[in-house]
């Protein structure tokens, strides 16, 4: 399909909505009244809580950080153990000169990485912070720590269990390991009804928190530097919906490969402006980085003038880490499970490396960059007061902030499109109508996302994204032995030198 | 004394020129030509997702592509009674011509030069000259 034939077929396809959409909040009501049922009742039982004391805990986040504490045990702390092999791995000591022209340790992680460093790390964490208050970011940094014990687990786990297709290409990830690995434990049946929740939640959440999620943000954004209420944007949502669809299109549906080239080139390069500014910032406010980090451990114990005190930060922290680093959710393994290595461990390995960069390392600096710069207390919350925490040190930084929001949004929008057409290709088989039904469908949600403010419809897509967790977490505490005896035989092969070091 | 020509040839036209002179002076010193054809690549640049699964596959493609190029010159200089390597492999170029240089302790680098024009060969001429501050052995850049 040419790119201008798409691009014509989003327009027809979309030409009825726009149209609703632009007479006013008619077609957003319309919507979240049908929707709003179904998805409060899925909501409710994805976000179950129960009630300690005066707060309420969703029982899905303390899933997630009991299956990164037990990963972390079984595997004796694998996260401060390995970490300097993961390094090496990254760094190419290991890489065999003979495959040169493969996929390197270090692609594998920063396609990963782009999928997950997003609006997680810039608008999550001020979320975080505003309602648990400088203590959540101590829960947050622990939760990170743990979760690269599950990410190891679950990326050893795609490698080992993925399928070479006919034509050479692989396919991988939590469905694959649920439905083979669990064949080779003797129960094929559970496996394979494991595999297709997952499937069934994961295109869920490709298409809510990976697509609509990230282009609903990315418009506000737009707006908001544009002038907020007063700019042309304001009320155009469905333009810039409109515009990233084509785009998105032209990447998936079109091949384009240049235009994903270029925006996986400056997503690296935004988050290194990022994380330079924010150093910046930190430098020249050092006398107060051990205040702020004062803040940060004691809020964590007394939970002062927080709502639900230390288990309120405790919650808005964890559940910040699990958005953000989606460890144990098991869309990272579906990516790295491509990577062609010889030794499934080597991809846990470099895997265990995400939610360290993601989480300790750019939330955390978006945290105390919030703290230092003393806009906690300023009512804001979300990108806003990101921005506002940046603009103390640099008054043009929201313009950059907006641009590496979209950039952000862009990649987390590719790198989900894939996760979602995986799930799909798995569920209905290796299909090419099938797939352009998906991509379009996917397109068309980018403008739908965009152009309304879906409040269920968002809620609902935040929930398939943690019920992915709940098929892939029951997936790694059957398997985990496997990858206990992948890691034994690995270690045993570095020790007797078998697996040389050529750099 | 010159017992190995190892010549950057990669189909185009500078490379051609290269290979011929090599193959000219292989031939009266009684030395061996090793023909090198490195395909650009660079473990630290960045894929998508999709380039990553196609990868592998890709990469089966290009090699086969790759010796398409290599393999038939290689014959013909056999036929003329020369004794002829090749090989083909990822990388830098400058850098994979050094290492192979290494393991061929009386060789020449030969590797041709696309601009003909003062101006133009100082900014095309970068592999020429990365192997000339670089090689472990004599180069020989041919115009």
């Known amino acids: ?503 | 004394m010159i017992k190995t020509f190892i010549v950057g040839y990669d189909g185009t036209k500078p490379s051609e020129r290269a290979l011929e002179f090599a193959s000219r002076a292989a031939k009266g010193r009684g030395a061996a030509v090793l023909v090198v054809h490195v395909l650009e690549w660079s473990p630290y640049s960045f894929l998508t997702m999709e380039e990553i699964a196609e990868r592998h596959k890709l990469r089966e493609k290009e090699v086969i592509r790759a010796r398409a190029v290599v393999d038939p010159v290689c014959e013909k200089l056999r036929t003329d009674g020369l004794s002829v390597s090749s090989e083909v492999r990822y990388g830098d170029p400058a850098e994979i011509m050094c290492e192979i240089a290494g393991k061929y302790p009386d060789s020449i680098i030969v590797v041709g030069r696309k601009g003909t024009s003062n101006l133009a060969s100082r900014f095309m001429g970068t592999l020429g000259i990365s192997l000339i501050q670089a090689s472990p052995v004599p180069v020989t850049v041919v115009p």
Not at chain 1, 309 to 321: E, H, N, P, S, T
Not at chain 1, 324 to 336: D, K, Q, V
Request: hydrophobic share 50%; proline share 3%; with cysteine.
């Open chain 1, 1 to 503: 399909m040419s790119i201008f034939k798409l691009g014509a077929a989003i327009v027809a396809a979309l030409t009825p909505a726009l149209a609703l959409a632009q007479e006013g909040g008619g077609i957003d009501a319309a919507i979240n009244a049908a929707v709003a049922p179904v998805s409060n009742f899925i909501v409710s039982i994805i976000f179950y809580s129960v009630q300690i004391g005066d707060v309420s805990f969703p029982l899905i986040v303390g899933w997630l950080i009991t299956a990164a504490a037990v990963c972390s045990i079984y595997f004796g702390f694998i996260q401060f153990r390995g970490v300097k092999h993961s390094l090496d791995l990254v760094r190419g000591r290991y890489a065999d000169p003979n495959d040169a022209g493969e996929v390197s340790h270090f692609q594998a992680l920063t396609t990963a990485l782009s999928a997950t460093v997003g609006l997680g790390n810039i608008a999550g964490v001020a979320v975080a912070v505003s309602i648990g208050g400088a203590g959540a970011t101590f829960w947050m940094i622990l939760a990170g720590l743990l979760g690269m014990a599950s990410k190891f687990t679950e990326c050893t786990l795609g490698v080992k269990f993925r399928r070479e297709n006919a034509d050479g290409t692989i396919s991988g990830g939590p469905m694959y390991y649920l439905s083979r690995g669990f064949a080779d434990l003797g129960k094929p049946g559970l496996g394979r009804a494991l595999a297709a929740i997952f499937s069934v939640c994961c295109i869920g959440g490709a298409i809510g928190g990976g697509n609509m999620f990230q282009a609903n943000q990315a418009a506000q954004q737009i707006a908001n530097v544009t002038g907020g209420d007063a700019s042309f944007f304001a009320d155009k949502g469905w333009l810039i919906g409109l515009v990233l669809a084509v785009v998105v299109g032209m990447v998936i549906i079109g091949g384009l490969k240049s235009i994903a080239h270029v925006t996986e080139k400056i997503v690296p390069f935004m988050a290194a402006i990022y994380v330079g500014a924010g150093i910046v910032i930190m430098i020249s406010n050092y006398d107060k980085i051990g205040w702020a980090f004062g803040q940060i451990v004691s809020g964590a114990f007394t939970g002062e003038g927080v709502a639900g005190g230390v288990l309120g930060a405790l919650i808005q922290g964890f559940k910040r880490a699990a958005f953000s680093n989606e460890a144990g959710i098991g869309s990272a393994a579906i990516a790295h499970s491509a990577v062609r290595t010889k030794e499934p461990v080597t991809e846990g390995f470099v895997a265990l490396l995400e939610p360290f960069i993601d989480t300790v390392v750019i939330c955390t600096m978006t945290a105390v960059v919030i703290v230092v710069s003393g806009t906690l207390d300023s009512g804001l919350t979300g990108v806003e007061l990101t921005s506002a925490a940046f603009a103390t040190a640099f008054p043009w930084f929201p313009v950059v902030l907006a641009v590496a929001v979209v950039l952000f949004a862009f990649s987390t929008m590719i790198s989900w499109s894939y996760y979602g057409l995986k799930a799909t290709t798995y569920l209905f088989g290796e299909n090419k109508t099938v797939e352009n039904i998906y991509k379009l469908f996917f397109c068309i949600c980018v403008v739908i996302g965009a152009s309304m403010s879906l409040g269920p419809v968002i809620d609902f897509s935040d929930s398939m994204i943690f019920a992915m967790a709940i098929p892939n977490v029951i997936g790694l505490y059957l398997l985990m032995p496997v990858v206990k005896r992948e890691l034994a035989q690995y270690q045993a092969k570095l020790a007797s030198g078998e697996i040389k070091r050529f750099h």
